[in-house]
């Protein structure tokens, strides 16, 4: 294998799509799965399972993506070092959001790490706002935007950005707009919709067990834009933070039902390791990473 084989199957990682990351890579797909076959091959092992509609990538594939990115970011110190660029802080941040975060968070972190950092790239993946942690402790990403458990997390230092409660939405135009009774009787009456895992849930469920409330739950899904899209058809109201309402494409759509001081506040903000491994261009950019959050 080689550098060049190496980048093209991280094209084809972040895509998932050989017609794409061909294009990209100004190659035929033919080419490309032959590239991919010989990593295979090399490595003894299946990279990514595939068929005629997608590409995903295996256990090992994911291994092999970590060991290509270092890989190819070696390669990079090499050629600074050699060029005389050494002392450039440049490469590319691995940072995980929600899409929530995306609109309401990163903004202003982005503009802050541009305007000091011009040569940082971001790669941002998204998903369940309850992944956050676990794609830093797999170092998916080096940093990430998450709910701040009360009691922190243990070997991550973290950084509040904005304290928001959490509260029950329910579709403008639906039959949930007017709700009566104590919050015992509206949540095992009324369907809900919440969020599988995460510190939402884990609250919602910590409640309700005290108050010994069988919760009338409709349906259940992963990251707050669909919950909100589910409370939208009419299915229940949905447990997210208010900040979801507040901000992006939702703002003004749904009403706002409060849920007191029962489930308290989300004290939303990034999450990062407390020490770091890795290669003198990350640990450059980890240290630019911590300059930005002593910012806030």
Known sequence: MDFYELNAFLELSKILHFGKAAEHLNMSPSALSRIINRLEE?????????????????????????????????????????????????????????VTACYTILPDFIKRLTE??????????????????AAVKENR??????????????????????KTPL???????GPYTNLQGSPQDILSTVPLVLPKT???????????????????IAAETEGNEAILALADLGLGIGLVPQIVLENGPYKGEFI???????????????????????????????????????TY
């Open 198 to 216: 995460g510190l939402a849930r884990r609250r919602f469920e910590k409640w309700t067990k005290s108050r010994n409330v069988k919760a009338n």
């Open 256 to 294: 706002i039902h409060t849920a007191g001081n029962t489930l308290g506040y989300y004290d939303v903000g990034f999450i990062r390791k407390a020490d770091f491994s890795g290669t003198k261009s990350s640990k450059r950019i980890f240290d630019a990473v911590i300059n930005i959050l002593n």
């Open 42 to 98: 090399e490595t003894h092992s299946t990279l990514l399972d595939r068929n005629n509609r997608q590409v995903q990538l295996t256990a090992e594939g994911k291994t092999f993506k970590k060991f290509a990115q270092d890989v190819l970011e070696k390669q990079n110190e090499l050629k600074e070092e050699i060029g005389g660029q050494s002392q450039i802080i440049k490469g590319t941040l691995h940072l995980y959001a929600s």
């Open 116 to 133: 000091r950092y011009p040569n940082i790239q971001l790669s941002v993946e998204t998903g369940d706002p309850a992944g956050a942690v």
């Open 141 to 162: 990403a080096m940093l990430a935007v998450a709910a701040i458990p009360e009691n922190g997390l243990a070997q991550m230092e973290t950084v509040s950005v904005i």
């Open 167 to 173: 509260v029950y939405a329910a579709a403008k135009n």
